[in-house]
């Protein structure tokens, strides 16, 4: 079987991080291939109940990356605390000589794809690499369960995400691709008025506020958390650039705690946000190692669990990249330094991130939803991957069915494929997005 074949015509692509498109990761030959179930996203329930809820699917998944990149083993990484999912996960690799369980503490950035190499392998991913430059290949559960249903000739038509925050009954759930997202959020359940409220698509750390909650679902959509507007984690979220840099250089003490905490520094990346806080204040004076600036993920830690202040370094961070690669700056492929040599003790429990970000209170299970949901219409984009927009294959006024392929990845670019997610009509095309009506 033409294994990368299939998983490119399903138009699989990484269902927990940016959308690379999957076909193309897996080309590489790897020494190992790591299942990442972390999850470390807080009040993100999606990864546990893949794993309680699919785990052969999951772990044919992973015998497909691991026979495809000619990868010695596979590792399956969850947490320590996921106790029904390393049960199952336990029962579906039983027998399986080369694949494997690797427990992880319960800390925040654990699903980080660099973070996982290095906890399981020892290796540290250069600034400007990925994974595959130390050997490792990392692919979401997810990710691995579309490649599985990829083999039998199922695309991708459907994202599991979870909903929660202010709305009666936190689910997680299959959401059809291009559903809007409002949709979801009134059947989770709200009280009183929408318009009082935000979004953030993703989680609490790296996700952003939506502000239209007309916006489609994607192959990426990992999680919907409604919050008050007014609340303190919106607020920081929302308040723009020009206020943080006013902030870094009226309130910035320097007491290095952001750069202490960063989890990329820890790991010999050199990632430094204090530097970047006195550089954007002034005159980007000050960084004696930028090279650092494009190792920043943009977890957020500096910013929403080690400042004291309340200030932005990972915006700053952020703004800082942007400069750099618009002046024709690339990364540098290196480490610059040993990783800490207490690493593992330099690290944020979940607990008291949720404390910090103040949302105790919604930190509760999101079930997965037994009904299927059904659409009137969906706005597929043609853009949910790394690479060029896919184009249309399809005509306004079309018939088509569910799973049928309505884009194409362009000729020789990256890019992915893409179904329809609903039985219906094409119903309007445009340079962004195939609206299906059904
Ligand atoms: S933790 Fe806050 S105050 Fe301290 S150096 Fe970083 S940005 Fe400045
Ligand atoms: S967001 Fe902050 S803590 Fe996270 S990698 Fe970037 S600089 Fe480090």
Known sequence: MDILKHISEAGVVGAGGAGFPTHVKLKAKADIVLANGAECEPLLRVDRMMMENNAELIIAGLEAAVAVTGAAKGVVCLKKKYKAAIHRMEEAIAGKQNLEIFLMDNYYPAGDEQQIVFDVTGKVVPTGGLPIDVGAV?????????????????????????????????????????????????????????????????????GYVENNLFA?????????????????????????L??????????????????????????????EPNKAMRAFAFNGKG?????????????????????????KPNAVMTALKEQLLKSGIKPEKKVA??????????????????????LEKYDVDAPLAEYKITADTVNIPLKMHIGAPATPVVQAGQHVRAGEKIASMAEGKLGAEIH???????????????????
């Open 138 to 206: 990392v692919s979401n559960v997810s990710t691995l369960m579309n490649i599985a249903q990829s083999l039998t000739g199922i695309p991708v038509t459907h994202k599991y995400l979870t909903v929660t925050g202010e709305v009666k009954k936190p689910v997680t759930l299959a959401a059809p691709i291009g559903l809007p997202m409002i949709k979801l959020i009134e059947l989770a359940g709200v009280s009183g008025n929408l318009e009082d409220y935000a979004v953030i698509v993703g989680g609490p750390m790296m």
């Open 216 to 240: 489609p679902v994607t192959k990426t959509t990992g999680g919907l958390i409604l919050l008050k507007k007014d609340h303190p984690h919106i607020v920081r979220k929302t308040s723009s």
């Open 242 to 271: 020009e206020k943080d840099i006013i902030m870094a250089r009226a309130v910035c003490c320097q007491c290095n705690y952001c750069t202490m905490m960063c989890p990329r520094n820890v790991l010999g990346l050199k990632v």
């Open 287 to 311: 960084i004696d190692y930028q090279n650092g600036i494009f190792s920043c993920c943009n977890c957020g830690i500096c910013s929403y669990y080690a400042c004291n202040f309340n200030l």
């Open 337 to 358: 330094q040993p990783p800490a040599s207490n690493a593992d003790l330099i690290r944020t429990p979940v607990s008291r991130l949720i404390q910090r970000l103040n």
């Open 420 to 438: 329809a997610s609903i039985d219906g009509t094409i119903k309007e095309i445009t340079a962004a997005a195939i609206t299906i009506q059904a």
